[in-house]
Each structure stands twice: as C-alpha cells, then as structure tokens.
C-alpha cells in the first residue's frame, strides 16, 4: 500500500480541548486520512439491501446484483460519487428515475448524476444493477480455490469490490440481504444479522437475512456455497449459530464447542457485560486455498469468519481460544463501537487483544517464551515500545495503511491499555471501558472520544497520561513498575508491513493465536 501520512504531533490546541468536552458528533462521510480515496461527499447512507443471485453456470459473472440505497443528502446534490471496484455496472436509479453513470476504474469510484438535483435533507433511494466475479481479484471476497460460491473478507478496503458503498467506517448503516442459489445446487445462503425468510420460486431458492444493529460496511458477511448451519446453545437469551462446509463432519465440533464458554466468561458483569449484537456464530470458510484472506480470523459481524485450517481438528483449547476470545471482544470493540477512522483502529484490534490475553494467562497458559502472567507479557511489549512507535508511528496514529495491522496495533494497544489500567486500578479501569462501550454502542468513536470518557469517569490527569501513551512518539514510564525500561532501537530498516505472525521477537506472546 502506497499511500502514506505523517506522524502528527501529540493534540494540544484549545480546539481540541473544546471538542473532547463536546457531546459525541454524528458520523461523518468525509475520507479517512489513510485512505483518502475512500469515502464520498455529500451525503451519510441509512441503509442497504443487497441482492446476490449466484449462478455459477456464468464463469465471467456469476454474480447478477443489485444494492439498493436509502441516503440522505448534507447538501444540494447534482450529482455524488459512490465507492466502487470491479463490478460491472448495468444500471443506476436515483427515487426510481434513470440516472446517468460512469465509472472511474483508477480512483474506483462510481459517478452518478440524477435526473434533477437532489435538495439537500432529502433520502434519496439510489438503485444499482450489476455483475461481479467473486473470483475476479477483488480484494472483498475470499479465495474458494477449487470450491464454489463465495464468502467476504472486506476489511479494510474491500467492501466496496462487492458492493457499491460509501467504504468508510464511520457510515455505518442498516442492511438487509438476499441471497439466491439455484434449488437443486446443494448451496445456501447466510449473512450478517439474522435468518428472516427462505422462498423458493422459478428455480431459485433466496435466503434472507437482516441486521438488527447498524453495520460498517468493511464488517458485511455474506456467503453462498455447500454450507450447512449448526444450531448452538443460547447465552442469556443470545443464539450461537455457526456455519461450516456442508462435508465437514466433525471437524470443527470442538472449536465451535468452546464458544459458549468463552462467552460466559466475557460477558461476566466484571467484563464487558451482555452482549451486543443479535447472535454470534464462527464461519468456517469453504475453500481449498491455501491463503483464502489476509488474516487468520476477521470479525465479520455476527458471523466471525475463519480459515478454516486454523480450527479444523482441533482438540486443546490452549492454542486457539485466545484468538477466539480476540475475535469475539470484537463484537464490543470493532463491531458494536466501530473505530471512526483507520487511525482508530488500536480501539478495535488493541482491546481485543487485550481481552484475549487476559483470557490466556486468567486461564494458566504460558506463552512459547515463558510468559505466565499479564504482567510478564507486557513487559515483553513494553521493551519493544520506541522500536515499535519509530516503525509504525504512535499508537494512534499509524504511519500508513500497512501499519494498522501491526505490532503497534496488536501489541502497542494493549499495552496503553494496560497502563490505563495500572494508572487508575481495575474497578476504574472497568468503569472507563463499560461507559464507552455503552456511550457508543452501534456507533462509530474515536481515539478522542475515548479520552474524553476517560476523563470523565477517572477525573485527574487521565487525559494528558492517554495522550501521551497513545500519541507520543517515545514510550512513556509504566505506572508501579519504575524498573521497566524500553528499548532504544529504531529499527528503521525493517519492514513496515511486518505483521505480528512474521515477527519473532515477538510472535511468542501468543504462539499460535495469530491476530485478526
């Protein structure tokens, strides 16, 4: 990834006072600064409704789309841009008039100009038929190899190679799906949120599904292929319903087997308290590729998609439960409370982290280099801290795109977090996390926004200590442990897009818990 920003200075101006003491602003759709080519003016999206007809017996487009859009314009529009990639558009209306389209393949946008201006205030329904190949190349999709159907890995950039958007997390939305597969292929369909109706009519069964909470559109699952759905246990009234290849067997009966615990467990009063979204379940991707998606696991919301090589036949909790606690903390951070930029993604990726390493050592596994405790392996981090900060740039704000998934996000965060937490004790800790979850549930936040909780509820010089760990460019002193000392290395010359699975320096802390 090519784009880049610089490492800005710690915030101090009045203005940014001010606004920490503001009440939380709506969701904006201006660009992210790390992705600046993502994101559209001029409007904030309401809802989706996708339609995907698979019919497999088209090779170059076996994909017949539509996505119908509900967004309200912010200003006057003559005509407005949408994200899009890859997909071969065949017609655009905008209230049911024919609007003219074009699309610009090199920025991957699609321009639309209406009939007539669309005044501002107004909820426009912009309707958009098209094609895609899920095999095509676009980043949003997985890799099937030698199997058929489909399943989307959208994060970060992605959502829109499967369906024209307004790609940034900050626009979270409604979204309704359907989902149609030929009824005598074998194949079903499932998707984000929960099951609302199955009809069948003219060769084609349509599977449909509905979000019950706004969704960032990086977090949209869909998938269709010889799948089957396993009905799990309820806890406290939430349904876990997995997805696995319909030729499965008995696989994956023990990983998913350990989801109800992990639930109970984080979800505890002392935790992070009842769970956010509709249901939860793990998709096992179908596919025969060897690197279907860039990651082990992502948080696809109601539906964490795996790899399926990662949990298949597995039989010890200990080398894969703290990265499927890691996957299900997102359901609070990432997926509830989504970060409002890619700046702010230590929001996501560092509590999961968190949360899944407190999971590890509460239970007794030591790490591959010795590590027993939460103690002992922030410690670990904590040597890496300048190292880390001088390559990727401070906690919350990444050098570029390839930093956000790295070891400053994975490591770095929780790390800030567990300094938050040594600085102002557990219980205030524990009150800091619920009142952002709760302020800012099915909502987007920022870094900003998670000092500003802070200072409400710990009071004193929380603020400044959070900027400084989360902006600065040098590791700041680790409250009760005067003896820790960071590095001094700089380690320039190695590579910025390392991720924690190709570092070994540090790789140990959670051996075979690959983040995602």
Same mark, same amino acid.
Do not use: C, R
């Given at each position: 990834m090519a784009t880049t920003v610089s490492a800005l200075a710690t915030p101090a101006s009045a203005a940014w006072a001010a606004d920490?003491?503001?009440?939380?602003?709506?969701?904006?759709?201006?660009? @992210?600064?790390?992705?600046p080519n993502l994101g559209n003016k001029g409007y904030t999206v309401d809802s989706y409704d996708l339609s995907m007809r698979y019919q497999p017996q088209d090779q170059k487009a076996p994909v017949a789309a539509t996505a119908v859009i509900k967004a309200k314009a912010s200003e006057k529009l003559s005509s407005f841009t949408l994200d899009a990639a890859g997909l071969d558009v065949t017609s655009v209306t905008v209230d049911g008039r024919t609007a003219?389209? #074009? %699309?610009? &393949?090199?920025?991957? +946008?699609?321009?639309?100009t209406p009939e007539g201006p669309v005044d501002k205030g107004h909820q426009m329904e912009v309707k958009i038929a098209y094609t895609v190949n899920p095999q095509g190349g676009g980043r949003g999709w997985i890799k099937t190899g030698t199997k058929t159907g489909f399943a989307v890995a959208a994060q970060p950039d992605g959502a829109h190679t499967v369906f024209p958007c307004n790609d940034i997390p900050s626009n979270k939305a409604d979204f309704t799906f359907h989902l149609s597969v030929p009824s005598d292929s074998g194949d079903?369909?499932? &998707?984000?949120? *929960?099951?609302?109706?199955?009809?069948? +009519?003219?060769?084609?069964?349509?599977y449909r599904y509905k979000s019950e909470h706004p969704i960032a559109t990086e977090l949209v699952q869909m998938a269709v292929g010889k799948y089957k759905v396993v009905e799990g246990p309820r806890v406290d009234g939430v349904p876990i319903r997995d997805v696995v290849p319909a030729d499965a067997g008995n696989k994956f009966t023990y990983a998913l087997g350990l989801?109800?615990?992990?639930? /109970?467990?984080?979800?505890s009063p002392s935790r992070l308290g009842p769970f956010p979204l509709e249901t939860?379940?793990? *998709?096992?991707?179908?596919?025969? #590729? @060897?690197?279907? !998606?860039?990651?082990t696991g992502l948080e696809t919301q109601t539906l964490t998609l795996y790899k399926p090589s990662y949990l298949a036949g597995? /039989?010890?909790?200990?080398?894969?439960?703290?990265h499927m606690v890691h996957e299900l903390a997102h359901s609070w951070f990432g997926v509830s409370t989504t970060p409002k930029t890619w700046s702010d993604n230590w929001l996501s990726e560092g509590h999961a982290n968190y949360y899944g390493l407190v999971y590890r050592y509460e239970k007794g596994w030591p790490s591959g280099n010795g590590a027993r405790t939460m103690e002992e392996a922030m410690k670990i981090a904590y040597e890496a801290g300048n190292s880390y900060r001088s390559l990727y740039g401070p906690v919350a704000q990444p050098k570029d795109e390839a930093a956000i998934y @790295?070891?400053? #996000?994975?490591?770095g965060g929780p790390l800030a977090l567990y300094a938050l937490q040594q600085k102002v004790g557990q219980e205030k800790f524990h009150e800091i996390e619920t009142a952002f979850l709760k302020e800012y549930k099915d909502k987007s936040a920022s870094t900003d926004d998670y000092i500003r909780v802070a200072e409400q509820v710990a009071g004193g010089d929380v603020?400044? !200590?959070?900027?400084?760990?989360?902006?600065?460019?040098?590791?700041?002193?680790? %409250?009760?442990?005067?003896?820790?000392?960071p590095d001094t290395l700089t380690a320039q010359s190695q590579d910025p897009a390392k991720t924690l699975a190709q570092d070994p320096s540090i790789k140990p802390l959670l051996e075979a818990d690959t983040v995602g």
């Open positions: 920490h003491q503001a009440a939380p602003k709506p969701a904006s759709s201006a660009p @992210s600064p790390l992705y003219a389209f #074009a %699309p610009d &393949a090199a920025k991957e +946008k699609l321009s639309v079903i369909g499932v &998707a984000s949120g *929960l099951k609302t109706g199955q009809e069948t +009519k003219d060769g084609y069964t349509t989801t109800a615990g992990q639930m /109970k467990w984080i979800t939860y379940g793990i *998709l096992a991707a179908d596919t025969t #590729a @060897s690197q279907p !998606f860039d990651f597995q /039989k010890e909790e200990k080398l894969i439960a703290s @790295s070891n400053q #996000a994975y490591l603020g400044t !200590f959070l900027k400084d760990w989360l902006y600065g460019t040098t590791t700041p002193a680790m %409250p009760g442990h005067p003896d820790w000392k």
